[in-house]
């Protein structure tokens, strides 16, 4: 709770100095600036946020979930604003450990051998509401096959699956900045939706892929020696149909950048 005791204390000593200056005589009433001080907190919170990322990651309350005897897992993330970090490492017999904190909800459910776990929180970077990092921090389970659907905001998007059995992932995002390694373990499909965003893919070494793009004003960049274009919009590997590990990749983008390497 370190960064939310920062904004608090400043909040708090700003309005001990409005009330100061309402006794002083030099301002009517303290309470006319109360909605201006706490946009201008808030907007230069969010924008310190930006730059002062020190690892605290060891602060932050944690929830989790067991994977019981869930034979696969189906992850929902719907997130606000803010930083989001998804990828393995979840200890043994855990679904996932995550960053817990004011404004979210989760729950998990059995529905016969199929565990499904759903994620909902806000922004990030308001300390009396996200994680006090400032990021929030999920580890997947490494042990069985997952799908995962991730819908989130105006987001910073950190998702590495190199070492999770993820075989389908969707991600629907608008105005980010999107860094997301798909799979190397499986067959996996990918389908991204993007508004206003940066996104860069990538697909680890000896990992086919097939990707087809459908844009308006979105830059396209591939890596045209391991995926070479076959149609316009249209990339494959050589060796996709007969590969074990592949992904196979749906873009539809609006406005900005999509990287696949």
């Known amino acids: 709770m370190r960064r939310a005791n920062i904004f608090w204390g400043f909040f708090l000593i700003l309005l001990g100095a409005l009330f100061f200056l309402q006794a002083r005589g030099i301002i009517e009433n303290v309470f006319d600036f109360i909605f201006p001080l706490a946009l201008v907190l808030i907007g230069g919170w969010m924008i310190l946020n930006v730059f002062w ?19 696969s897992v189906r992850y929902e993330f719907a997130h606000g604003a803010g930083q989001i970090q998804i990828g393995g490492g979840a200890p043994a017999g855990k679904a996932i ?13 059995m529905d016969g051998d199929r565990l499904t776990v759903e994620v909902s929180a806000g922004p990030s970077v308001i300390p009396f509401i996200g994680p006090s990092s400032g990021v929030w921090r999920y580890q997947l389970t490494q042990e069985v096959p997952v799908t995962l659907e991730v819908d989130a905001g105006a987001s910073g998007l950190e998702i590495d699956l190199r070492d999770v059995l993820a075989s389908r992932i969707e991600l629907s995002t608008g105005a980010s900045s999107v860094n997301l390694t798909v799979p190397s373990r499986c067959a996996s499909l990918l389908d991204v939706e993007a508004g206003a965003a940066s996104i860069n893919i990538r697909v680890p070494s000896g990992i086919a892929a097939r990707i087809r793009f459908d844009g308006g004003m979105t830059a396209m960049n591939v890596d045209t020696n391991r995926f070479p274009q076959v149609d316009s919009g249209f990339y494959q590997s050589p060796d996709f149909d007969s590969a074990q590990n592949r992904a196979e990749i749906n873009i539809e983008g609006g406005l900005g950048s999509i990287t696949v390497m």
């Open 53 to 71: 990322k020190p690892d605290l990651a060891s602060d932050d309350e944690t929830f989790s979930f067991a994977l019981q005897s869930a034979k």
């Open 97 to 109: 450990v995550g960053s817990s904190a004011v404004g979210m909800n989760t729950e998990s459910r």
